[in-house]
């Protein structure tokens, strides 16, 4: 039941763009976006809640493919500030109204 | 105050210590959850409380007792527990307990089980 994000991790430059997928076996009804630095709490970035539905926070934007079960989290001109782990999480439709977290994909961004 | 606030930082205990989490907010919410999340792990859920009663166990073990006294505070005591429960706890709390409510986590607590 856990999504699975790819990839795992990216190295990126700052100002380069990363794109981070997330890919569900079941039937959605929401999908959570969370970064995480170090040490520090997961922090809420945003909900995708129908097909299709697209939104932004800044620089970071994500998609939601109801059909596909898939959502994307774009980072375009990324900033120091964006290096953490982005976490995925799912709520399946026709089951326990409970997030499942993906693995995780660590994003590192170098000067 | 839109914070979950989390005490203690750290906790070490041995495995036939009793201790207790505790977390608190103050943002009105009704629902308020409880995640164990290892290293380099995602938060794996452990317990759901809405509107201050259990409504999601993922059957955890029953060294940890959960418990909702009232909407702004959870606590987690702790028995008996086994090295490898050695983790980082996260409170997190959302305005209501559905699919589009973004959940609001506090700091942590790192506990260590010698």
């Known amino acids: 039941q856990q999504p699975v994000q790819s990839p795992q991790a990216v190295i990126l430059r700052e100002g380069e763009d990363a794109v981070i997928n997330c890919s569900s076996s079941k039937a959605l009804y929401s999908v959570h976006w969370y970064r995480q630095k170090h040490g520090e709490a997961p922090v809420f970035l945003m909900i995708l809640l129908k097909g299709g539905e697209q939104k932004g926070h800044e620089k970071i934007s994500a998609s939601f493919n109801e059909k596909k079960q898939q959502s994307s989290l774009y980072l375009t001109a990324s900033q120091l500030s964006y290096s953490g782990t982005y976490f995925c999480g799912t709520l399946p439709r026709g089951g326990a109204q409970k997030l499942v977290f993906g693995q995780g994909t660590r994003l590192t961004i170098n000067p | 105050d839109t914070e979950v606030t989390q005490t203690p930082k750290h906790l070490v205990m041995g495995m036939t210590n009793k201790k207790s989490l505790k977390c608190e907010q103050h943002?009105?919410?009704?629902?308020m959850y409880w995640y164990k999340q290892k290293a380099k792990k995602p938060p794996e859920l452990m317990f759901v409380?809405?509107?201050?009663?259990?409504?999601i166990n993922e059957s955890v073990p029953s060294r940890f007792s959960p418990e909702c006294p009232n909407s702004s505070l959870l606590n987690l005591h702790l028995h008996a527990l086994q090295p490898e429960d050695s983790a980082l706890y996260l409170c997190?709390?959302?305005?209501?307990?559905?699919?589009?409510?973004?959940?609001?986590f506090g700091p942590g607590t790192r506990l260590t089980v010698l």
């Open positions: 943002m009105g919410h009704r629902a």
């Open positions: 997190a709390s959302s305005p209501g307990y559905s699919f589009y409510n973004e959940q609001f």
């Open positions: 409380y809405s509107y201050e009663k259990l409504s």
